[in-house]
């Protein structure tokens, strides 16, 4: 049996091997989603954003975070689900992106959770659809589906790329 592979934005190769790991997983409209957590450099609660002009609508802002402005980024708006009110369980995840961290608002942060190789399956092919690029893999594990992000690729199309980088 050959092992099954998903190429990442950068081309690189990945394998189900490759994928498996410990996984920070959140909800956004009722669906669960995983991203790898060596890119999490911490939760924090919902804080006051300050808008930025001419981004797009995903784009809430930057936070002025211990001194530290990080572009914020709505994910579930990202991704163009409904709009919800944001809930005492709305969150921002701070992510350590290349140059410098991002945030992202996400409904609710679940648990970390270790996918182990088999627990993986490559994300379903629906006609070229941009944003199931942004998808490495789904994971079963104790029988439910969790969308594991390449988060990167995901903020990195389209307004925060520019946003995040330090001069």
């Known amino acids: 049996m050959t092992e099954e592979s998903v190429t990442n934005p ?3 190769v990945m394998t189900h091997r490759h994928l498996a790991g410990k996984y920070l997983t959140f ?9 790898n957590i060596s890119i999490v450099k911490e939760i924090i609660k919902l804080m006051d954003i300050t808008h930025i002009p ?3 609508g995903y784009v809430k802002g930057v936070i002025n975070l211990r001194e530290r402005v990080i572009p914020v980024t ?5 991704f163009g689900m409904p709009k919800e009110e944001y809930t005492h369980e709305t969150c921002i995840i701070v992510l ?6 991002a945030g992202i608002i996400v ?11 088999e627990e993986i399956e490559p994300p379903p092919s629906f006609d070229g659809n941009a944003e199931v690029a942004n998808i ?3 994971a079963k594990v104790k029988g439910r589906v969790i969308i594991l992000l390449e988060i990167l690729a995901a903020l990195n199309s389209g307004g925060i790329s ?3 980088q330090e001069d």
Request: net charge negative.
């Open 162 to 164: 520019k946003l995040t």
């Open 27 to 35: 909800a956004l409209g009722g669906e669960e989603f995983g991203i």
């Open 74 to 78: 709505d994910l579930r708006m990202k």
């Open 54 to 56: 001419q981004t797009p």
């Open 10 to 12: 950068e081309g690189r």
């Open 96 to 101: 350590e992106m290349p140059g410098a961290p």
């Open 107 to 117: 409904d609710t942060v679940s648990e970390v959770v270790d996918i182990k190789p």
């Open 136 to 138: 490495q893999g789904m």
